[in-house]
């Protein structure tokens, strides 16, 4: 294509989507030093993946989702630089990070990590997804409840699978653009959340059927104070934003067990939301933007997933 005889509106146009491109491309989510180094007007937000799943391919993708996060971060926002660390290669430097979002097997390891804490205390966001909410009463929720305002606690909390029906969202940053949607996942609710919920809000909701909390004590299956609060028909939360009082802020969602649900746009949606609001990002009237991915991107990223946690990622 000759630029030369094309019109000048279109040439600008041309020129501005090549430009978002590369600056896409420079952003490499494994450049951990890059993201070091980048100035001031950087956002710099870092993921942590668990490297192990949780049964079959697809359950538990937490590196590849991540990385699927990640790489939409970068094209809806030039200024922001995300990068990617399994597990196997926990970030010993935060000292940088302006947010912080982890996806583990059980979040004790991130919710007793002394740069995490150091990071928090000095302002940056922080977000848990799916197992990663979960974390032992004590120090380490005691943490969670300062950072996010609310964590899984087993005897308190439970894990059904089961298909809420998301139809009302808050007027909140983190819920702009999410149009209902239900999908089944391992959805936990029941939280254990800082007193009277202040500074919490609520932004997916439902009221779970009564099958998926049951009224014997167990460690994640039911207790007396679920049942009554499920057969009241009282709400439950599934993902909420917290305002910290120290003027940070945090985010929980406790799906994501089955990594082709980021194929629904309200569900990844609220993810990128959620993301950009603790990083404090502004966040568009329609909500961060992003692609649908199909079922070969989906599968595609969960090899990029692989490839980088054999390469020592």
């Known amino acids: 294509m000759n630029r030369a005889y094309l019109p000048l509106s279109l040439t600008l146009v041309l020129s501005l989507l090549t430009a978002r491109s590369t600056?896409?491309?420079?952003?490499?989510?494994?450049?951990?030093?890059?993201?070091?180094?980048?100035?001031?007007?950087?956002k710099k937000i870092v993921f942590i993946g668990d490297a192990g799943t949780h049964g079959p391919r697809g359950n538990h993708e937490f590196v590849a989702g991540s990385i699927l996060l990640a790489r939409e971060l970068h094209a809806a926002y030039p200024q922001v630089h995300a990068v990617v660390y399994s597990s196997k290669n926990w970030p010993k430097d935060l000292s940088h990070a302006d947010a912080i979002i982890v996806g583990l097997n059980h979040g004790q390891k991130a919710a007793t990590d002394p740069d995490i804490f150091a990071a928090v205390r000095r302002g940056a966001g922080f977000m848990a997804l799916h197992f990663g909410v979960e974390v032992n009463k004590g120090e380490a929720g005691d943490n969670y409840l300062?950072?996010?305002?609310?964590?899984?606690?087993?005897?308190?909390?439970?894990?059904?699978?089961?298909t809420p029906s998301f139809k009302e969202f808050p007027d909140h940053p983190t819920?702009?653009?999410?149009?209902?949607?239900?999908?089944?996942?391992?959805?936990?609710?029941?939280?254990?959340?800082?007193?009277?919920?202040?500074?919490?809000?609520?932004?997916?909701?439902?009221?779970p059927p009564l099958n998926t909390a049951g009224k014997e004590p167990s460690d994640r299956g039911?207790?007396?104070a679920?049942?009554?609060?499920?057969?009241?028909?009282?709400?439950?939360?599934?993902?909420?934003?917290?305002?910290?009082p120290d003027g940070g802020r945090g985010f929980g969602f406790t799906g994501l067990h089955r990594h082709e649900n980021l194929g629904n746009d309200?569900?990844?949606t609220v993810l990128l939301n959620g993301v950009a609001w603790v990083t404090k990002l502004e966040i568009p009237k329609d909500?961060?933007?992003?692609?649908?991915?199909?079922?070969?991107?989906?599968?595609?990223?969960?090899?990029?997933?692989?490839?980088?946690?054999?390469?020592?990622?």
């Open 222 to 224: 039911g207790n007396a």
């Open 146 to 162: 300062q950072w996010m305002g609310g964590y899984f606690e087993t005897f308190w909390s439970v894990n059904p699978w089961w």
């Open 287 to 313: 909500g961060v933007p992003s692609k649908t991915p199909d079922k070969a991107t989906l599968e595609k990223v969960m090899d990029d997933a692989k490839a980088a946690i054999e390469g020592g990622k």
């Open 23 to 42: 600056g896409a491309e420079e952003r490499d989510i494994f450049d951990y030093e890059g993201q070091r180094k980048a100035g001031p007007d950087v």
């Open 175 to 207: 819920a702009r653009g999410v149009k209902p949607f239900s999908v089944k996942d391992e959805w936990y609710y029941h939280m254990r959340f800082v007193g009277d919920m202040k500074g919490v809000t609520p932004i997916l909701s439902d009221v």
């Open 266 to 268: 309200g569900f990844r």
């Open 226 to 244: 679920v049942f009554a609060e499920v057969s009241a028909g009282k709400p439950q939360h599934m993902a909420w934003a917290y305002d910290r």
